[in-house]
T-cell receptor
Framework: AQTVTQSQPEMSVQEAETVTLSCTYDTSESNYYLFWYKQPPSRQMILVIR??????QNATENRFSVNFQKAAKSFSLKISDSQLGDTAMYFCAYGGSNYKLTFGKGTLLTVNP | KAGVTQTPRYLIKTRGQQVTLSCSPI?????VSWYQQTPGQGLQFLFEYFSETQRNKGNFPGRFSGRQFSNSRSEMNVSTLELGDSALYLC????????????FGQGTRLTVV
């Protein structure tokens, strides 16, 4: 079974600074997808970024980028120029061949003014 | 394009009752999956449907069931409610499978008293 581990329950960052959230996963599959989802206080789960395992190039979406290390099974999220609206719970998720997403426990990110 | 719609948004039920939650996916999406989110257990997979067929089911008791209709709308039912069923229930919609990309609804907050 696949597992996803987020080792940082909480993090904080000053507005305009850069922060990196960590995620490791375990799988025996070679083809899969990895995701970062953001869940603000409204509880709406929002897709931030997606990485396909067979692509070596790290995904980027505006201020959000990932560092995907397939051999190390590591998938970190970097948020540049942090904004107050980035305050949320961030979940790392794995999608493989079994038609489901496996989530980590989440990291609560607080952006301070 | 309308997003994923979950109804109702909030629900209060009494122990022993049953409840039905509804999820309307993004137009054209044929995959719907359900997740239970609690503070203690995090996000746990319930089941996934594609074109009216259940392709995977999580480790939940038989009191939890679901179905998908020909228009891709999905319902989940919980019978004989227990206090521990209090949670946020999230539905995710995907074109072909949640493992590749999924968009979430705003969730249904179920409180069992």
């Amino acid at each position: 079974a696949q597992t996803v581990t987020q080792s940082q329950p909480e993090m904080s960052v000053q507005e305009a600074e850069t922060v990196t959230l960590s995620c490791t996963y375990d799988t025996s599959e070679s083809n899969y997808y990895l995701f970062w989802y953001k869940q603000p206080p409204s509880r709406q789960m929002i897709l931030v970024i997606r990485q396909e395992a067979y692509k070596q190039q790290n995904a980027t979406e505006n201020r959000f980028s990932v560092n995907f290390q397939k051999a190390a099974k590591s998938f970190s999220l970097k948020i540049s120029d942090s904004q107050l609206g980035d305050t949320a719970m961030y979940f790392c998720a794995y999608g493989g061949s079994n038609y489901k997403l496996t989530f980590g426990k989440g990291t609560l990110l607080t952006v301070n003014p | 394009k309308a997003g994923v719609t979950q109804t109702p948004r909030y629900l209060i039920k009494t122990r022993g009752q049953q409840v039905t939650l509804s999820c309307s996916p993004i137009s054209g999406h044929r995959s719907v999956s359900w997740y239970q989110q609690t503070p203690g257990q995090g996000l746990q997979f319930l089941f996934e449907y594609f074109s009216e067929t259940q392709r995977n089911k999580g480790n939940f008791p038989g009191r939890f069931s679901g179905r998908q209709f020909s228009n891709s709308r999905s319902e989940m039912n919980v019978s004989t409610l227990e206090l521990g069923d209090s949670a946020l229930y999230l539905c995710a919609s995907s074109l072909q499978g949640v493992s590749t990309e999924a968009f979430f609804g705003q969730g249904t907050r179920l409180t069992v008293v």
